[in-house]
């Protein structure tokens, strides 16, 4: 059984574009969507509306930058905190800055 993708994206477009780059692919896994850091860890920790799932990590974690309220690195750094630390988190970021990619890898972030 494959394990899922975890997808954390709050823009509608930046969704879908990631959703069909993901199906062109032709991965087979399923793509969890959290709209937000919150539902991101929610989801995680199997807290909350995600209390009863059946227990098992993602694949991997595709973790936007720019999230309302808890901003991907803030995200990243709990995972690598309170989740299993053998769940690889890519980050997602239109930007082309140094720093971004920095800040990712400080927090905890794979690639």
Known sequence: MLKPILLVEDNPHDLELTLIALAKSQLANEVIIARDGAEALDYLLCREQFAAREAGNPAVVLLDLNLPDLDGLEVCRVIKA?????????????????????SGFHCGADD
């Open 82 to 102: 309170h989740a299993p630390r053998n769940v690889p988190v890519l980050m997602l970021t239109a930007r082309d800055a140094f720093e971004d990619k920095a």
